[in-house]
């Protein structure tokens, strides 16, 4: 269970989360909404303790989760793969894959690459020269090296053309009820992520606005009034 409890957050004078409590079953799909500098990233970067929030607790399986203590978080199975190419360029597919579970069982590549043919076919390959679409299902990839139970992703289809973002979609689907990792995926693209999400939250200043089922969201005939 991963548990966000009264989260509040900020930088300096700026509060850029207020009081965020989400309680999440293991292998949940969580989507996460809201306009640019709504505190989507920063609610990220709060549970896995890549920022510290000024109130509040994130704890996973009961045990807190401390600020600025990233890799033990990843260690204990929270991934996060930020906004942007978080590849390897010069490395080769391969390379990049093993680098990533250095301190895990390296075998697992094997899973990831059933996971990801693409990757497979392409193991070879300079990872900057793969194209925007292939190196995000490779960061995907990458964080799936550290086997873990729950998987962040901020903005995953961001500059992708509409098919390679169903495609990256169906990749997040496959890896939750493949592995049964859970999801909290922040995007803008809403309606895309609806089906793929079985929760939403939409933030709006920091403040949670909308919180519930997904299907309830994507019933809403006046969706876009939420943001
Ligand atoms: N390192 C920082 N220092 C100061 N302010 C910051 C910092 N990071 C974020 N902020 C501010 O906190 C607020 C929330 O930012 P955050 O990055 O969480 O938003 P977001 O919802 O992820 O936006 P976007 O959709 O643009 O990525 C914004 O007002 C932003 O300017
Ligand atoms: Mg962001």
Redesign the pocket.
């Given at each position: 269970m991963l548990e966000i409890d009264h989260v509040t957050a900020?930088?300096?004078t700026?509060t850029?989360?207020r009081d965020i409590s989400v309680a999440l079953e293991p292998g949940a799909r969580l989507g996460v909404f809201?306009?640019?500098?709504?505190?989507?990233?920063?609610?990220?970067?709060c549970i896995v303790g890549a920022h510290a929030a000024s109130a509040g607790s994130v704890r996973f399986n009961g045990e807190p989760i401390p600020p600025g203590r990233v890799p033990e978080t990843v260690r204990r199975g929270l991934a996060f793969v930020p906004?942007g190419h978080n590849v390897f360029p010069n490395l080769s597919v391969e390379r990049n894959l093993r680098v990533s579970g250095l301190l895990f069982d390296q075998s697992f590549i094997k899973e990831v690459l059933k996971v990801f043919p693409v990757l497979d076919e392409r193991r070879a390959q300079r990872a900057g020269s793969m194209s925007g679409g292939e190196q995000q299902m490779l960061a995907l990839g990458m964080a799936l090296m550290t086997q873990p139970k729950w998987l962040l992703l901020?903005?995953p289809s961001t500059g992708l053309a509409p098919v390679i973002v169903r495609n990256v979609m169906a990749q997040m689907r496959k890896v939750n009820e493949s592995f049964g990792t859970g999801l909290i995926v922040?995007e803008?693209n809403v309606p895309a992520t609806l089906k793929l999400v079985d929760q939403a939250l939409i933030?709006k200043s920091?403040k949670a606005v909308f919180q519930g089922e997904a299907g309830e969201l994507s019933a809403k005939p006046d969706l876009w009034e939420w943001f």
């Open positions: 900020g930088y300096g700026l850029a989360l809201g306009h640019n500098g709504a505190g989507k990233t920063t609610l990220l970067r906004q901020d903005e922040v803008q933030l920091g």
